[in-house]
């Protein structure tokens, strides 16, 4: 199973990742890790990359491209994956198509998280950080034990400034921009499954395997 996961900051791409990953036995590939990794130990990629990590802009497509390429290219590529993060363009994922066709490897499926703005918004405006100990907080699921205390320190609470609201939306923004190709592609190809990413974790995970037609390792489902 080789599988893309596409959703906005917040609809729980990571989570599902990592649940697809530790049950189904894929490798959860995630362009951060990817991108902080290179940075380690210094590639040329990852030296490229630094200075807009460090100055807190985007990475250029052909940059992380060229990383993913690499991460594909060396040695054994992985097989069965869930890409967390990537591609978040039509550029990328028109780059990706051609690494994976390089490999001699299919999709499986591009997995669409829809989670509506305004729900985005209410969970990433209400996170707050301890501002000593960094423990965090959401004022609707998990809220500290007294308002704008940590209960682990006792320190002051903050909000940081991507999880303002003003700061969501305009990320959201440019979500939409970028993905909104990106969707019609895998949706042209057949790919694309789209699934409610709203709820609690465990019905959203079976969700999607139901999207997948997964039926287990026993069962008739793709594998």
Not at 179 to 197: I, M, Q, S
């Amino acid at each position: 199973m080789r599988l893309i996961l596409l959703g906005p900051p917040g609809s729980g791409k990571g989570t599902q990742a990592k649940l697809l990953s530790d049950n189904l036995g894929l490798d959860h590939i995630g362009t951060g890790d990817i991108l902080r990794e290179a940075i380690r130990l210094q590639t040329p990629a990852g030296l490229e990359a630094e200075s807009f990590v460090a100055s807190g802009k985007l990475v250029p497509d052909v940059l992380v491209n060229d990383l993913i390429a690499d991460r594909f290219g060396v040695g054994d590529p992985p097989r069965r994956f869930v890409m967390d993060g990537y591609p978040r363009t039509l550029a990328q994922a028109v780059a990706f198509d051609q690494v994976l066709r390089q490999r001699f490897l299919d999709l499986t499926a591009a997995v669409q998280l829809v989670v509506e703005d305004e729900e985005i918004v209410r969970r990433l405006s209400g996170r707050w950080t301890c501002l000593k100990c960094k423990a965090t907080y959401q004022t609707v699921t998990r809220p500290p034990r007294k308002v704008g205390v940590c209960d682990r320190c006792s320190s002051r609470l903050g909000q940081r400034e991507d999880d303002k609201e003003e700061t969501i939306r305009r990320r959201l923004g440019q979500y939409h921009e970028n993905t909104d190709a990106l969707v019609e592609h895998y949706r042209r190809h057949g790919l694309l499954r789209e699934v409610p990413g709203e709820g609690q974790v465990q019905a959203i995970y079976d969700k999607v395997l139901k999207a997948l037609n997964y039926a287990g390792p026993e069962g008739n489902g793709q594998a």
